[in-house]
């Protein structure tokens, strides 16, 4: 029996492995590796993945957490990026850079939601 695996790094310490019965629908790259039993080892793949973040239902937020992020929303909102980046860090944007963001990615085919 020939099984196909695929090993995903999630984070820095966490790895899923996929196993296939068969070759995978996109049609069998050259990294898909199959194991065959006997075999003297197994090969694998690593690749990195984008997980899409889940939205969350804003009526299950305690107060306190509702209350953060109205917040950080109000923040955003007010504070432009260059003077956000002095007060903040360097990693601050502003609302306007994520409506941006949401403009280019929204459209495209494998991530149009």
């Known amino acids: 029996m020939c099984v196909f695996r695929r090993r995903f790094l999630i984070g820095r310490h966490c790895t899923v492995t996929v196993s296939y019965p068969q070759p995978p629908l996109s049609g069998g790259q050259e990294d898909d590796s199959p194991q065959t039993s006997g075999s003297l080892g197994t090969l694998t793949h690593e690749l990195e993945v984008t997980v899409k973040y889940v939205r969350r239902e804003i009526r299950d937020l305690?107060?306190?957490?509702?209350?953060?992020?109205f917040n950080a929303v109000s923040v955003l909102q007010r504070v432009p990026s260059a003077v956000?980046?002095?007060?903040?860090?360097?990693?601050?944007?502003s609302?306007?850079?994520?409506?941006?963001?949401h403009i280019f990615y929204g459209g495209h085919r494998d991530c149009d939601h």
């Open 62 to 69: 305690t107060d306190r957490d509702r209350e953060t992020f």
């Open 84 to 93: 956000g980046r002095e007060i903040y860090g360097d990693k601050y944007y």
């Open 95 to 101: 609302k306007g850079y994520f409506n941006r963001l």
